[in-house]
């Protein structure tokens, strides 16, 4: 590997070090407030973005199904061939795009106002046709990508999925998750044998 290869990389870890820290310091807490009030209370969540943006709006879904609250990731492309009858007036739509005018999500958009759902938006572009839309807005702050060139989608991904792992966080304590609830739906894998090794423990 090139010196230079070398340095890039730590170039790279350096500005999306900076960027997590910048979340914390700049994250609105009466948007981030309402945006926890919000997906505590409402029967579905659905979230859609397109690209490394829809990645991480998957995994959010997961991560909200996780602790049982009910959600689904709808791809734009889905969305506007019926998927979007799944979002009912009660329920939120939790969209992605760090310029707000990604024009797949267009439509999407329309049709969320129409069905009178919540929209919560996380861009970084308070003035695009998203955060004008949104109900909730939670904004990002990106200085830069951390690749050489400042257009892959590096440190925009990062900062979006550390803001959905800190949501993530605050409603496992709103809503009251436990360990053992979180068990019961976990038997898989390393964290599902962990789980039931402390059972038997308890039980012992």
């Known amino acids: 590997m090139k010196k230079e290869s070398w340095?890039?990389?730590?170039?790279?870890?350096?500005?999306?070090?900076?960027?997590?820290?910048?979340?914390?310091?700049?994250?609105?807490?009466?948007?981030?407030?309402?945006?926890?009030?919000?997906?505590?209370?409402?029967?579905?969540?659905m979230t859609c973005a397109s690209g490394s943006s829809g990645i991480a709006a998957k995994k959010f879904a997961h991560s909200l199904c996780c602790i049982e609250r009910g959600a689904m990731f709808m791809p734009p492309s889905e969305a506007v061939h019926g998927g979007l009858g799944g979002l009912k007036p009660e329920d939120a739509m939790i969209m992605v795009s760090r310029g707000g005018k990604t024009v797949e999500l267009l439509p999407?958009?329309?049709?969320?106002?129409?069905?009178?759902?919540?929209?919560?938006?996380?861009?970084?572009?308070?003035?695009?046709?998203?955060?004008?839309?949104?109900?909730?807005?939670?904004?990002?702050?990106?200085?830069?990508?951390?690749?050489?060139y400042n257009f892959m989608a590096t440190t925009s991904f990062v900062v979006t999925i550390a803001l959905f792992d800190a949501l993530l966080a605050a409603l496992i304590e709103e809503t009251g998750y436990t360990r053992e609830m979180f068990g019961l739906i976990h038997p898989g894998g390393a964290v599902g044998e962990m789980l039931k090794n402390e059972?038997?423990?308890i039980n012992v």
């Open 108 to 148: 999407v958009i329309d049709v969320c106002k129409k069905k009178g759902a919540t929209l919560i938006a996380v861009t970084e572009n308070m003035e695009s046709p998203l955060a004008q839309a949104a109900d909730i807005v939670l904004q990002l702050h990106i200085e830069r990508e951390s690749d050489k």
């Open 199 to 201: 059972k038997k423990e």
């Open 7 to 45: 340095n890039e990389a730590l170039q790279s870890l350096a500005i999306e070090q900076v960027a997590v820290t910048q979340v914390k310091e700049k994250l609105d807490a009466v948007a981030f407030g309402r945006a926890v009030d919000v997906l505590a209370r409402v029967p579905r969540i």
